[in-house]
């Protein structure tokens, strides 16, 4: 430094050290006279130069230290030593005291006297008074952590040793200050914890991570034991120097138990709701078991009177046969009652056993490719004696295209069979009964109305449960076991189709509609034949899917070609996949208008692939067609929307109008 | 009648003894008829309790034989008609049915015979025989 001065010349210094504002630098004469005063000295002291130069300096002592001669020590001390530093009070020209810290250099001359002194001070005021504010500041905290008696508050050093403890301290665990103050926090540990090492391990962890919160039993002075809920937070240094844990600490038995019988009220009320509910489900399964009981009676009851009454007439007549004679005509009239007797129980059987399959689920179906109009007739056929009998007339209408279906004839014959015997059991003397059977683009349907008694409408909607029937049971005319429009519908079902049932009401007929999806149908020859002949047809049919965008999903090759060739050569633009796997990522990949999926298919199968597809947002409205072969899983079907099923084989014509009717095309 | 009875009988005694039958089942309701005729009854047979009623009402039957469940008019309406008119003619009645199950013990009390379908034809004659033949003559204390 004095070095870098020596470069300057006198001058250059003199203005140097009277810019300088942030200290007071002047010279003093050997006994103290002001010799020069900068800018700092004017700004700190409150004097010009004009006023102080040639004054002594002790103008800026207070009055007690120029009374203890310091001033004048202070210059001996300079001269015998070279230097003397200092902090005390001054006094500004205002009369205003404040603390600075001063230098006083001698200056000497080349024989080592005394020329005079160099003073530099500084004004100390604003480091003062933050030093006072934090002195203040932690007293303020010292009494406020003190006075928290909700919370024991105190210090730690780095070791776990207590060094500051507070009212609530005191309070929580019952130790005076004295008693704790230099001894480890250890103390407060139930014993077994000390041993397992616990307190050492909170220490630890909160070194490591700064903080540790605990919920866990300690011990008063007394013995007793306390939940506490204690967070230890490692107290840093300046430099990052650990010095020591702040411990707060809460006795939370109260709140815990509290908490506790809360529960255990919630717990307890939770169980008697749990309770209710499970006594209200077992008072409504048990009506609902005692409802099928009671059913199940009436159905036993029923069934063994419908058997009884056959069953006299066979018996009765098989014991007067061997008295009649070979010509006598009783003999022949005494046969053909037994036959009638034994065929009525056969039927009775039939649909008992047919009830207890579908129950069980054991009703299978044995399609094959067979002509519906054959079956209706082989049905008619079978009621026409007993129709004959009563004159009823049946009536039959069926369309030219209705083809051939892949149907378990022998069922659906049944089914047909059944609807006729009702229609002519509840039709009057004389009576007509029709059949109608038509083909859309859909469906088969197949209509058997009849000009009877008609059905309540109150009954209308259990016609098709079991063991339903409208007799009053005291005074039934029609007898039966009620179960045959049960069977009826659940073999449609099992076909993929619908029944319904229409009536105007008591005396007004009834009409029942069959519907058999289009799918099971395949055009008779001479449909297909009619189709070829058309010229517009092909044509029509290459348009239809005229850039519709359709994926197909089938595992098996042959299957997915052929649907593919089928939809293309009506125009659609196809995708196929042969995993449901592939198919949603395509489907990530681009949105086709209309989706075609196999349902059976190993891993993930067509439901759970339309599931997975409806799940989706943005592809949950899309059109899925779906293709199955029998039996169709009813169970699954209900929870998963298809906007059209087609059975196997598949009808490359029926495909492309079912995959045009999903989006709404219709052939013109 | 061409074949001898299934019982030989002395039938000439009931010559003159008149049953009806009243059942809704063709089958049964002949056989009935004919094992009664050939026990010697005339017999006369109607398929609903209405029918039943209205015979009742002008013949003195030896015999009724009724069956419960009927169309219509059931047989136990035919029952009360009797109860309300000729209760003593009650005792010349065998009633029949195929749910002997549903029919409670005090109701053979009040009737001759309950005879459960399917019924031997021996069982029937033999009912027959005793109903017809009791003290009490249709008419009498009515």
């Known amino acids: 430094m004095a070095n870098q001065l020596a470069l300057l010349d006198a001058e250059e210094i003199a203005l140097l050290v009277d810019s300088v504002q942030d200290y007071a630098i002047f010279l003093l004469g050997p006994n103290g006279e002001i010799r020069s005063w900068n800018a700092g000295a004017a700004r700190i002291f409150g004097y010009s130069i004009d006023q102080v130069l040639g004054r002594n300096f002790l103008i800026v002592y207070p009055e007690e230290d120029i009374k203890a001669e310091k001033p004048k020590n202070e210059l001996a001390v300079a001269s015998a030593t070279g230097r003397i530093e200092d902090e005390g009070w001054r006094i ?32 100390l005021t604003e480091r003062r008074e933050q030093e006072e504010r934090l002195r203040q500041s932690e007293e303020l905290f010292r009494l406020l952590v003190d006075s928290v008696r909700e919370y024991a508050i105190f210090m730690l050093d780095p070791e776990g040793r207590i060094t500051t403890w507070n009212s609530g ?6 130790y005076e200050p004295s008693e704790v103050i230099g001894r480890s926090f250890e103390m407060f540990f139930p014993e077994e914890d000390v041993k397992a090492g616990k307190p050492q391990r909170e220490l630890q962890i909160a070194r490591e991570r700064g903080m540790f919160e605990d919920e866990g039993w300690r011990v008063r002075k007394d013995g007793t034991r306390f939940l506490a809920n204690a967070v230890l937070t490692a107290v840093h240094g300046k430099h990052g120097e650990l010095r020591g844990f702040a411990k707060v600490l809460r006795d939370v038995t109260e709140r815990k138990r509290a908490e506790e019988t809360q529960r255990a009220l919630l717990e307890q009320r939770e169980a008697r709701l749990q309770a209710e509910e499970e006594k209200r489900r077992a008072e409504a399964s048990s009506r609902v078991a005692q409802e099928a009981n009671r059913a199940k009676d009436e159905f036993l009851m029923t069934l063994s ?25 009783l003999f022949d009239d005494a046969v053909a009652a037994i036959a009638r007797g034994a065929e009525m129980q056969a039927r009775l059987i039939d649909d008992v056993l047919d009830v207890s399959r579908v129950v069980s689920g054991k009703l299978r179906l044995k399609p094959e490719q067979v002509d519906l109009a054959s079956v209706i007739h082989g049905a008619i056929d079978s009621v026409r004696q007993s129709a004959d009998a009563r004159s009823i007339s049946i009536n039959e209408a069926f369309a030219s295209n209705l083809g051939s279906a892949y149907v378990d004839p022998t069922r659906i014959q049944q089914v047909i069979w059944n609807l006729l015997a009702n229609a002519i ?13 038509v083909r859309n683009s859909t469906h088969v349907q197949i209509t058997v109305s009849d000009t009877g008694e008609g059905i309540d409408p109150g009954f209308l909607p259990h016609v098709f449960e079991p063991f339903r029937q409208a007799e009053n049971p005291r005074t039934r005319v029609h007898g039966g076991l009620g179960l045959g429009l049960s069977i009826v519908r659940y073999i449609v079902e ?54 519709v965008r359709v994926l197909v999903l089938d595992d098996d090759n042959d299957g997915r070609a052929l649907i593919r060739a089928a939809l293309m050569r009506a125009g659609a633009i196809v995708e196929a996949c042969d995993t449901g796997a592939r198919a949603l990522a395509q489907l990530e990949k681009e949105k086709p208008d209309v989706v075609v999926t196999d349902i059976a298919m190993p891993g993930m199968d067509g439901y759970a692939f339309t599931r997975a597809l409806r799940e989706r947002p943005h592809l949950a409205d899309l059109k899925i067609v779906a293709l199955s072969a029998f039996p169709i899983d009813s169970q699954s079907a209900e929870t ?7 059975l196997k084989p598949i009808d490359p014509f029926a495909l492309v109008e079912a995959v045009a009717a999903a989006i709404g095309k219709q052939p013109s | 009648m061409t074949s001898e009875p299934a019982n030989a009988q002395p039938a000439e005694r009931r010559r003159s003894y008149r049953a009806l039958v009243v059942e809704d089942d063709g089958a049964i309701l002949r056989l009935v008829k004919i094992v009664l005729e050939r026990e010697g009854f005339t017999v006369e047979g109607v398929s609903h309790g209405g029918a039943a009623i209205s015979l009742l009402q002008n013949v003195a039957y030896d015999l009724l034989i009724l069956d419960l469940m009927l169309p219509h008019v059931g047989g136990e309406v035919v029952l009360g008609y009797l109860e309300e008119t000729q209760p003593k003619y009650l005792r010349r009645v065998i009633v029949t049915t195929a ?11 009040r009737v001759c015979r309950l005879l459960a379908k399917p019924f031997d034809i021996d069982q029937l004659i033999l009912f027959a025989r005793e109903c017809s033949e009791t003290d009490e003559r249709p008419g009498d204390g009515s």
């Open chain 1, 305 to 329: 009177h419908e058997l009884r009454t056959p069953m006299t007439a066979i018996l009765g007549w098989s014991r007067l046969l061997p008295t009649l004679r070979r010509d006598d005509d």
């Open chain 1, 494 to 547: 099992a076909h993929g189709g619908s029944v319904s049932v229409k009536s105007e009401g008591r005396g007004r007929g009834s009409q029942f509609t069959v519907a058999l999806p289009i799918a099971a149908v395949i055009p008779s020859e001479e449909a297909r034949e009619q189709r070829k002949e058309q010229p517009a047809a092909p044509s029509l049919n290459a348009t239809l899917l005229s850039g």
């Open chain 1, 425 to 437: 059991k509840f039709t009057p003397l004389g009576g007509a009964v029709h059949v109608v059977a």
């Open chain 2, 99 to 109: 749910s002997p199950r549903k029919i409670p013990c005090e109701f053979l009390d």
């Open chain 1, 92 to 123: 500004r020209a205002n009369g205003e005291r404040f603390w600075v810290n001063t230098v006083i250099t001698a200056l000497r001359n080349k024989d080592g006297s005394v020329r005079g002194f160099a003073k530099v001070t500084r004004d």
């Open chain 1, 169 to 174: 301290a005191q309070r929580i665990k019952g």
């Open chain 1, 640 to 646: 998963v929307r298809f906007d059209a099923r087609l």
